[in-house]
């Protein structure tokens, strides 16, 4: 933590240029929690001339730790500005005290109001790190919009409003996005930190009094959480859980991409050769519109320079980068994004559903039936078995789930369809078929696919697949232009009559969509602003949710409160694989495997296809307490050795810039590996744990004459859900267990092969630091005869 500046410092503010604000100056007191005084923090509340309460207004922004955590709280009045930097490790005894001051005299005065930009997300976090409330908070943006959307919600868009077209007055756009675009509190750049957030602070104060400001914000709804107690406090409980694990989920993102390409050159259509025509060749880094970069190019003479720029319309694969300079002649080298990926419009609308509700409209979460029963049931000791109340309208008896029926065999015992489910499955779809609104289903390794939503749109892609097998035709596929176009139109090509990408939602009627009994899309396809076209058609009352143990549950509550015709959802995952993102760093993250009241009703898919009984076996004893069954009729049999390790003796790993891991050797023997499987016409995939490793294997085998390299690399996360013949995986570590620490994420990884698998590691590695992770049992219960030697995998000899 850095040193405190002179409680003297006055720092001139830099965002507009307006005759009565130019070169104001701003004085600025940097305090720590634990120096938090009464004396301090009652200049905000109380006239220190008269002793009178103060009305006058507050604007306040807060700062983040790289991991999310509130950071720092900034606080200004008309002349100053107080920045309270927060430690982690301060004592719950003195946070206490030192809090019940700040909202006593800062937060829940007894009149005048606080300011904010995001003012909801700030009270959140507020009562979930510092246990304190606000009074009387206004989100500046819901003043001038109540759209939800990132383009109308950007500080800089509520500022041009409050100030309007003025000719005495110019905003200074560049500072104002540096200030509000990464509210991270840097401690190695805490000097530019404190400008920063002293700024935000002061220009949320000053845009309520700004002329005729006091009767633009007059009518603006209050952000207040003071009066959430009692029967109330469990809904700002599990607001702010909801707010701040999506929030910090968020801060998990990289901060910084280096986009692969494969073309980037100037611009034909730009004379003044300020533009670059960029095409991306990695989807997980492409472009995405307004990011700014920073452009290395090389000069004729060899030198390297590096230019700021900002991408400008992104197509498909392709993207102008627009400079202030002209940048021809000049090689690109390298092209890197700064600043994290705004929200999604899931993600967006999911926060205006937080700030409604805490603007006064409590019924948003209070009066819904799904929030009720998922996210505030509380069990009482007398009731052991967890029962939900729904409303009893619900449940009229001369409505049978026609949603359901529509795609499901009919219970009759001689339909075929009955007669490939084996009893579990059975089971499930009669309780998928029931009246109970919440069915919860665990599927293992090669469960078979349902449809109608998942977290992927790979998954989905591959539930529309299997739709097509059974010959059911009635559904359409939607999905994201963002997803298809340039990118992965080859994925559709087996069900293109069904799918309607997102650029012809607005051609679609009604009657184009007449026979439709089912429509497929990912979770955050339904916060599309163009939904209600398909809903209309078929209205939500049934939905089914694969994947559904790597989503957090945070991301139901658009589809919890925008949906009121949903009356059954159907919930497919397995929590023994990929849990949601972040949910290994932060914590009590959870799907909905990991709410307790509903877990225990499960139902267990107990029967795997995918693989061979003989790693069947052992992943049902080693993940599943022995529950999970084999296929008997596999027709890998057990005579055959179906998973090999390979004894990369002289494997390395190495960490590079981006902090993921290689090991060179590894590489080398799976490019070897991939070619003997390509001659022998042996189906295969290549999945390793980290992106260094699958970029140097991908180059490697992009440069092997002859050897097919398209759609065969894959991250281990991002192979999820898929599955292939034959599966090489490249373990990486040679010294710490690393990614082999995560069981759900071995599992995953170990349980992807139909026929035979190939582990590249070490004996001493196995015999070592790997030894207790769940792929250094599995090579204990394989035995030494499983074990291959680099020159066994040269002589093809696999």
Not at 95 to 113: F, N, T
Not at 270 to 285: E, F, L, M, Q, V
Not at 509 to 532: E, R
Not at 611 to 639: C, E, R, T, W
Request: proline residues 5%; contains cysteine.
């Amino acid at each position: 933590m850095g040193p405190p500046p002179s409680p003297k410092i006055e720092i001139v503010q830099n965002l507009i240029h307006h005759p009565n604000y130019y070169h104001l100056r701003i004085r600025q007191l940097v305090v720590y929690e634990a120096d938090i005084t009464e004396l301090l923090l009652k200049v905000f509340s109380t006239n220190r001339d008269s002793g009178a309460e103060r009305a006058d207004p507050l604007g306040i922004s807060v700062g983040y730790t790289e991991e999310g955590k509130l950071a720092a709280l900034a606080i200004a009045d008309e002349a100053r500005c107080c920045i309270i930097e927060f430690n982690s490790r301060s004592p719950p005894s003195t946070r206490h005290k030192k809090m019940e001051l700040l909202q006593k005299h800062v937060l829940c005065r007894s009149i005048g109001e606080i300011y904010a930009f995001d003012a909801a997300q700030i009270a959140m976090v507020l009562w979930s790190e510092l246990g304190v409330k606000v009074a009387r908070a206004v989100d500046i943006q819901s003043v001038f919009s109540d759209s939800d959307s990132n383009a109308e919600r950007k500080p800089l868009v509520a500022i041009h409003a409050c100030f309007g077209a003025s000719d005495n007055c110019k905003l200074n756009e560049k500072n104002i996005d540096r200030a509000f675009n990464d509210l991270t509190y840097n401690r190695d750049e805490i000097n530019r930190m404190r400008v920063d957030i002293l700024e935000r602070a002061w220009i949320s104060r000053l845009l309520p009094s700004h002329e005729n400001g006091i009767s633009t914000f007059s009518a603006a709804k209050h952000v207040d959480t003071s009066g959430l107690d009692g029967q109330f406090l469990d809904t700002l409980e599990t607001m702010a859980r909801v707010s701040e694990d999506s929030r910090r989920v968020g801060y998990l993102k990289p901060v910084a991409t280096n986009h692969q390409f494969d073309d980037a050159q100037s611009s034909l259509l730009d004379p003044d050769g300020k533009t670059i025509d960029a095409r991306a060749s990695a989807y997980k880094d492409k472009f995405r519109g307004s990011q700014n970069v920073i452009t290395t190019f090389e000069l004729p003479s060899g030198e390297q320079i590096r230019r700021r720029g900002q991408t400008g319309i992104v197509t498909g694969r392709s993207s102008t980068l627009n400079f202030d300079t002209s940048v021809t002649n000049k090689k690109v080298i390298s092209i890197t994004s700064k600043g994290r990926d705004a929200p999604t419009l899931a993600e967006a609308k999911r926060d205006g559903v937080i700030r409604r509700t805490l603007q006064g409209d409590l019924t948003i979460f209070q009066d819904n039936p799904w929030i009720c029963n998922i996210l505030l049931h509380n069990s009482s000791d007398d009731d052991t078995d967890h029962n939900l109340v729904w409303p009893e309208d619900w449940f009229p008896p001369s409505r049978p789930n026609n949603q359901v029926l529509a795609i499901m065999p009919s219970p009759d015992s001689d339909n075929p369809a009955r007669h490939h489910l084996n009893d579990s499955q059975q089971l499930a779809l009669d309780h998928m078929l029931s009246s109970d609104p919440i069915t919860l289903i665990q599927g293992p390794p090669g469960k078979s696919g349902i449809w109608l939503i998942a977290q992927s749109n790979v998954a989905v892609k591959n539930i529309a697949e299997k739709l097509v097998k059974t010959n059911f035709t009635d559904w359409k596929l939607l999905v994201s232009d963002d997803f298809r176009n340039e990118w992965h139109e080859d994925l559709y090509l087996l069900i293109q009559p069904h799918v309607i990408p997102s650029k012809e939602f607005w051609r679609q009627k009604p009657k184009m969509l007449q026979g439709t009994k089912v429509f497929l899309c990912t979770l955050s396809m339904l916060s599309s602003n163009s939904i209600n076209k398909f809903t209309f058609v078929v209205p939500l009352r049934c939905m089914v949710v694969d994947e559904a143990s790597q989503i957090k549950v945070a991301e139901y509550i658009n589809i919890f409160t925008g949906f009121p015709t949903l009356r059954k959802i159907c919930f497919i995952g397995d929590d023994k694989q990929l849990p949601p993102f972040g949910a290994e760093t932060i914590e009590n993250l959870k799907s909905i495997f990991e709410v307790d009241h509903l877990r225990e009703k499960a139902f267990l898919l107990n029967i795997q296809y995918r693989m061979p009984p003989q790693l069947g076996d052992f992943i049902s004893q080693a993940v599943y307490d022995g529950k999970l069954k084999s296929n008997p009729l596999h027709l890998i049999k057990d005579d055959i050795i179906a998973c090999h390790f390979v004894d990369v003796m002289t494997g390395r790993e190495r960490q590079d810039g981006s902090k993921s891991f290689s090991n060179d050797a590894e590489v080398a023997v799976a490019v070897q590996l991939a070619s003997h499987l390509q001659e022998k016409e042996m189906d295969y995939k290549i999945i390793t744990p980290y992106d260094g490793q699958r970029n140097k294997i991908l180059n490697d085998m992009k440069n092997t004459d002859g050897l097919k390299w398209e759609d065969k690399c894959f991250n281990v996360d991002s192979f999820q859900g898929n599955e292939e013949d034959y599966i090489v995986i490249s373990l990486v570590r040679s010294r710490s267990i690393g990614f082999l620490q995560s069981l759900r994420r071995t599992n995953v990884m170990l349980t992807r092969c139909k026929k035979g698998m190939y582990i590249l590691t070490s004996r001493s590695f196995m015999d070592g630091a790997g030894e207790e992770s769940l792929a250094g049992e599995l090579a204990e219960h394989v035995g030494k005869e499983a074990w291959l030697t680099v020159e066994d995998v040269k002589q093809g000899r696999i």
